[in-house]
């Protein structure tokens, strides 16, 4: 299973947009991307997907580069409820005894 | 639709003792997960299953861990008896397919365990 690494925090401010890169070096070819996002107290929470280019939604953007080696989660103008965890995650789900390995995180910490 | 729910939300038992976990996955999902973090520690893998089979249980921490999926729908985890070091937080997780890659898994909300 691919490992990641994140950055372990983050601050900005209400309104910027906010980019946390992760790198995964050793990604496979049939792994995807994806990033959860989680609140104190809460399970984690899927935000985005991708398998490589750029995937948007409603809530973020996910940017992957031809290589795959590092993805960026893009949050347009955060607020201050985007204060969470983010993680990053590559793999295949079933595919192997790891399972899912969430890494520890990037704590994010929007001010006003 | 209802989302996975697990119960109870938050438990403190004593060392030695029994506790129980439940876990409702979304309805039609075939695949549940049990994930826990434990003291600031990252979030782990216990266990898969697949409808009532175990399909992985390599994450399992030792045999005082039971998790069971009778007839498919909802799991339990049982810990006896509980120790110390398993205070944390215990994650149930459903998905309708095994298969990660374009796909996602749903969390609970979670079961804060306290064991003193």
């Known amino acids: 299973l691919a490992k990641t690494t994140q950055p372990i925090s983050m601050d900005s401010y209400e309104g910027q947009e906010v980019n946390i890169t992760c790198s995964h070096n050793?990604?496979?070819?049939?792994?995807?991307i994806t990033w959860y996002q989680q609140f104190p107290s809460q399970g984690p929470r899927f935000i985005i997907q991708g398998y490589k280019t750029k995937v948007t939604n409603e809530v973020a953007s996910l940017f992957i580069p031809a290589d795959r080696k590092s993805s960026t989660l893009s949050l347009p103008r955060v607020s201050l409820s985007d204060t969470a965890v983010y993680y990053c995650l590559v793999g295949v789900l079933g595919g192997g005894a790891d399972g899912l390995t969430f890494g520890k995180g990037t704590h994010l910490i929007i001010q006003p | 639709e209802a989302g996975v729910t697990q119960f109870p939300s938050h438990s403190v038992i004593e060392k030695g003792q029994t506790v129980t976990l439940r876990c409702d996955p979304i309805?039609?999902?075939?695949?549940l997960y049990w994930y826990r973090r434990v003291m600031g520690k990252e979030i782990k893998f216990l266990l898969h299953?697949?409808?009532?089979?175990?399909?992985?249980e390599s994450g399992m921490p030792n045999n005082r861990f039971l998790a069971e999926r009778t007839g498919g729908t909802y799991s339990t985890l049982k810990v006896q008896p509980a120790e110390l070091e398993d205070s944390g937080v215990y994650f149930c997780?459903?998905?309708?397919?095994?298969?990660?890659?374009?796909?996602?898994?749903?969390f609970g909300e979670g079961s804060w365990l306290t064991v003193v």
């Open positions: 299953f697949v409808k009532e089979s175990k399909q992985d």
């Open positions: 050793n990604i496979a070819t049939n792994d995807y």
């Open positions: 309805s039609g999902h075939d695949n």
């Open positions: 997780a459903s998905s309708q397919y095994p298969d990660f890659s374009g796909n996602t898994i749903y």
